[in-house]
T-cell receptor, first 116, second 114 residues
Framework: AQSVTQPDIHITVSEGASLELRCNYS??????LFWYVQSPGQGLQLLLK??????LVQGIKGFEAEFKRSQSSFNLRKPSVHWSDAAEYFC??????????????FGKGTHLIIQP | NAGVTQTPKFQVLKTGQSMTLQCAQD?????MYWYRQDPGMGLRLIYY???????DKGEVPNGYNVSRLNKREFSLRLESAAPSQTSVYFC?????????????FGPGTRLTVL
């Protein structure tokens, strides 16, 4: 069975500083990989996704993530965070079985706090 | 386009009561999903429907039933609610195009079982 680990439950970053959120996955082949963001009391919004090809993917709001097969990682980065980036971030993996229609497996999330 | 809509937004039940959470999407998506979100647990898949007429269990199906009413609608039923089912429930849908699995989420239903 696939699984996702987000090692950091909370991360505090100063506004304007760089950010890296870690994600490690367990899956028998190359999975589909996603990062979602959830603001308080809101649903989930897709930041970016990796399916194949270029291992560095660009997303919305200035985020990027890099797929590293050798490390089974898909870390999320942003060069300079803004106060509005404070939210919960979820990494998720999707199976390529079933034509991609199976549900996603989510990590437990990383809560990002931005210090002024 | 409303995307994925869920009703109700909030609900309080007593133990043993039943209720149905409604979900609809207007994106002509084939696949639909129900997740629950609990503090410190991320989202966990309850049931999904890969296409109209099919449903499958996810990671945590016990205590729930689902109905894929048509292509647009996918409901989640709690027959006899328990306090352990207090959670935020999210519905999602995906187009299942080109064998990828990008999912779009509704705003959630916050359920409290007393």
């Amino acid at each position: 069975a696939q699984s996702v680990t987000q090692p950091d439950i909370h991360i505090t970053v100063s506004e304007g500083a760089s950010l890296e959120l870690r994600c490690n996955y367990s899956y028998g082949a190359t999975p589909y990989l996603f990062w979602y963001v959830q603001s308080p009391g809101q649903g989930l919004q897709l930041l970016l996704k990796y399916f194949s090809g270029d291992t560095l993917v660009q997303g919305i709001k200035g985020f990027e993530a890099e797929f590293k097969r050798s490390q089974s990682s898909f870390n999320l980065r942003k060069p300079s965070v803004h106060w509005s980036d404070a939210a919960e971030y979820f990494c998720a993996v999707g199976s390529r079985k079933g034509g991609g229609a199976d549900g996603l497996t989510f990590g437990k999330g990383t809560h990002l706090i931005i210090q002024p | 386009n409303a995307g994925v809509t869920q009703t109700p937004k909030f609900q309080v039940l007593k133990t043993g009561q039943s209720m149905t959470l409604q979900c609809a999407q207007d994106m002509n998506h084939n696949s639909m999903y129900w997740y629950r979100q609990d503090p410190g647990m991320g989202l966990r898949l309850i049931y999904y429907s890969a296409s109209e007429g099919t449903t499958d269990k996810g990671e945590v199906p016990n205590g729930y039933n689902v109905s894929r009413l048509n292509k647009r609608e996918f409901s989640l039923r709690l027959e006899s609610a328990a306090p352990s089912q207090t959670s935020v429930y999210f519905c999602a849908s995906s187009a299942k195009l080109l064998s990828y699995n990008e999912q779009f989420f509704g705003p959630g239903t916050r359920l409290t079982v007393l």
